[in-house]
């Protein structure tokens, strides 16, 4: 992976790294947009596609779960704040992942969708806003080891 290959030879910031990944997705929830706007999309082939989101979506989130969030419990407290309000939303985006996924005929997948392009922008946003500054702040660079796996430094 581009940005793997990247962090490694850089020690980039976990932001860095972070917002990496979401300029990447954004890309293809942009895509996303675009195709259910014009309507050139079959529901199957929606529905394809937010699986195709929801499976890069899978490594970023625990990434931010299991290494940033953690990482900022300290100064920012877990039961309010930022990070409560970051994990509420990761939770509201998958639920809305498996209700597209599992969707039957009487739902409407492109409105669905529409509101999870849109949760998934404003959930980056805002992420890069309010809490990646805090993390170039407060915590080091990152390092991935052959496997794969992210660790701060
Ligand atoms: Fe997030």
Request: net charge negative; no cysteine; hydrophobic share 40%.
């Amino acid at each position: 992976m581009a940005v793997q290959a990247f962090a490694q030879e850089q020690h980039m910031k976990i932001s860095e790294y972070l917002r990496a990944e979401h300029k990447t997705i954004s890309e293809d929830v942009w895509r996303l947009e675009q195709q259910l706007e014009i309507g050139s999309l079959s529901i199957t082939d929606v529905k394809l596609t937010v699986r195709t989101i929801a499976a890069a979506l899978e490594n970023h989130a625990k990434l931010e779960e299991k290494v940033l969030f953690p990482a900022l419990e300290h100064a920012l407290g877990r039961d309010d704040g930022p990070l409560a309000v970051m994990e509420a939303e990761h939770s509201r985006i998958a639920a809305l992942f498996s209700r597209i996924d599992g969707a039957r005929d009487e739902d409407n997948v492109p409105m669905l969708t529409k509101e999870l392009t849109g949760m998934l922008l404003n959930h980056f946003s805002k992420e890069e806003s309010d809490l990646f500054p805090k993390a170039d702040e407060l915590l080091g660079t990152v390092e991935i080891d052959e496997s794969g796996s992210v660790q701060l430094v």
